[in-house]
Nanobody, 124 residues
Framework: EVQLQASGGGLVQAGGSPRLSCATS????????IAWFRQFPGKVREGISC?????????WYEDDVKGRFTISRESAKNTVYLQMNTLKPEDTAVYYC????????????????WGKGTQVTVSS
């Protein structure tokens, strides 16, 4: 059974630096790019960061998070991390991790597996 379990969300003060984790199982982790999406209330889910397969390890960021968020992956634990720094109230959203057997594209249609989201709420 494929599983992607996001954790590390919660209530954070503005300026905080939580780290999200995405623990995966049930598929060949090193063959997939792993992305983070977020969804604001009433909006579509949007890609914010992605990291390619370990042999490349290239990170990608959407403009709103570039310079504040850092994505990384750890093959030994089949886990991807999203270090979020300098959080703002407008970062409040449900964050999802997802696996893409292709390259990082930030296209929802390209995603092979989705995890359940973790809520991040940033208080001002």
């Amino acid at each position: 059974e494929v599983q992607l379990q996001a954790s590390g969300g919660g209530l954070v003060q503005a300026g905080g630096s939580p780290r999200l984790s995405c623990a995966t199982s049930g598929f060949s982790f090193d063959d997939y790019a792993i992305a983070w999406f977020r969804q604001f209330p009433g909006k579509v889910r949007e890609g914010i960061s992605c990291i390619t397969i370990p042999s490349e390890g290239v990170p990608w960021y959407e403009d709103d998070v570039k310079g504040r968020f850092t994505i990384s992956r750890e093959s030994a634990k089949n886990t991807v991390y999203l270090q979020m720094n300098t959080l703002k109230p407008e970062d409040t959203a449900v964050y999802y991790c997802a696996a893409d057997e292709g390259r990082c594209s930030f296209l929802r249609s390209a995603i092979d597996y989705w995890g359940k989201g973790t809520q991040v709420t940033v208080s001002s």
